[in-house]
């Protein structure tokens, strides 16, 4: 009897704390879309973040690309080799990481890097009182903090996304021809025939959706953050946990509803 009191207990209490931060997040983001409209006048902030999410990212983010894309290629031939099917190499990396390994472990990679970073700034502000003061001075802090960092992470996701897909692609490309034997030519060939529009689709509306993603909840924990260092630290990790799980749902989500065009990638 006890132990079914003590989970009744735990489920409820569990259920209190995910309406309330259900609610909570709701309302960010109401105010978050509210202080959008003043996005002009503060385009200068938005151009920072976008070079701070963006720019900076360049680097950490060409690095995975080329160890994944290299790994793809080989992994690919290999396993191709098997059944003489090696021709489809550079078909299947071009699907595989314009669809999939850009935009996710791209946004991943970008999570760790701003949205962890966003998440301690925020939160930093908040537990020594800055985000109060700016509120004194008649500033709104969705305004000022929130909406250039979510602009930002939206628009610069897209294009980390498409570098991270070339990059990788030119890795896995200089692996499988330049290592393992395959024609370069066969290669690209096979490259271009399948990919087409659909693939740069799933590229662009995933990726943006993570970029969303990562900076809203950046945001929104850096903001609810109370008390001192360990506020900042719980913020961080919390963003970085629900940034990645938030992205892996949201992939699922657009998988399921963009088109797919498996049928061609089947029968030639």
């Given at each position: 009897?006890?132990?079914?009191?003590?989970?009744?207990?735990?489920?409820?209490?569990?259920?209190?704390?995910?309406?309330?931060?259900?609610?909570?997040?709701?309302?960010?983001?109401?105010?978050?879309?509210?202080?959008?409209?003043?996005?002009?006048?503060?385009?200068?902030?938005?151009?920072?973040?976008?070079?701070?999410?963006?720019?900076?990212?360049?680097?950490?983010?060409?690095?995975?690309?080329?160890?994944m894309?290299?790994?793809?290629?080989?992994?690919?031939?290999?396993?191709?080799?098997l059944?003489?099917?090696?021709?489809?190499?550079g078909?299947?990396?071009g699907?595989?990481?314009?669809?999939?390994?850009?935009?996710?472990?791209?946004?991943?990679?970008?999570?760790?890097?701003?949205?962890a970073?966003?998440?301690?700034?925020?939160?930093?502000?908040?537990?020594?009182?800055?985000?109060?003061?700016?509120?004194?001075?008649?500033?709104?802090?969705f305004?000022?903090?929130?909406?250039?960092?979510?602009?930002?992470?939206?628009?610069?996701?897209?294009?980390?996304?498409?570098?991270?897909?070339?990059?990788?692609?030119?890795?896995?490309?200089?692996i499988?021809?330049?290592?393992?034997?395959?024609?370069?030519?066969?290669?690209?060939?096979?490259?271009?025939?399948?990919?087409?529009?659909?693939?740069?689709?799933?590229?662009?509306?995933?990726?943006?959706?993570?970029?969303?993603?990562?900076?809203m909840?950046?945001?929104?924990?850096?903001?609810?953050?109370?008390?001192?260092?360990?506020?900042?630290?719980?913020?961080?990790?919390?963003?970085?946990?629900?940034?990645?799980?938030?992205?892996?749902?949201?992939?699922?989500?657009?998988t399921?509803?963009?088109?797919l065009?498996?049928?061609?990638l089947?029968?030639?």
């Amino acid at each position: 009897m006890n132990l079914i009191n003590n989970l009744a207990v735990a489920v409820a209490v569990a259920t209190k704390e995910t309406l309330e931060w259900a609610g909570e997040f709701t309302l960010f983001v109401a105010r978050s879309f509210q202080a959008a409209r003043f996005t002009a006048r503060r385009f200068d902030l938005v151009i920072i973040q976008c070079e701070f999410i963006g720019v900076t990212s360049l680097g950490i983010l060409t690095v995975a690309a080329l160890f994944m894309g290299a790994v793809l290629g080989y992994q690919l031939y290999t396993s191709f080799e098997l059944f003489g099917a090696q021709a489809l190499v550079g078909g299947t990396v071009g699907v595989t990481i314009f669809r999939e390994m850009g935009p996710v472990l791209g946004s991943i990679m970008v999570t760790g890097r701003a949205g962890a970073a966003i998440a301690a700034e925020v939160s930093s502000m908040r537990v020594s009182e800055q985000i109060d003061a700016l509120e004194v001075m008649g500033i709104d802090p969705f305004e000022y903090l929130v909406v250039p960092r979510i602009l930002a992470g939206t628009a610069m996701m897209p294009l980390l996304s498409i570098i991270f897909g070339g990059v990788g692609t030119l890795a896995a490309s200089g692996i499988a021809c330049g290592v393992l034997g395959l024609s370069g030519a066969t290669f690209w060939s096979e490259f271009k025939h399948f990919m087409d529009w659909t693939d740069l689709t799933h590229s662009l509306v995933k990726s943006a959706s993570f970029g969303l993603a990562l900076s809203m909840l950046g945001c929104f924990y850096g903001f609810r953050a109370e008390g001192g260092a360990r506020a900042v630290g719980f913020a961080t990790r919390s963003t970085v946990v629900a940034s990645c799980l938030t992205i892996l749902l949201c992939d699922y989500f657009w998988t399921m509803v963009l088109p797919l065009r498996a049928n061609m990638l089947i029968v030639r």
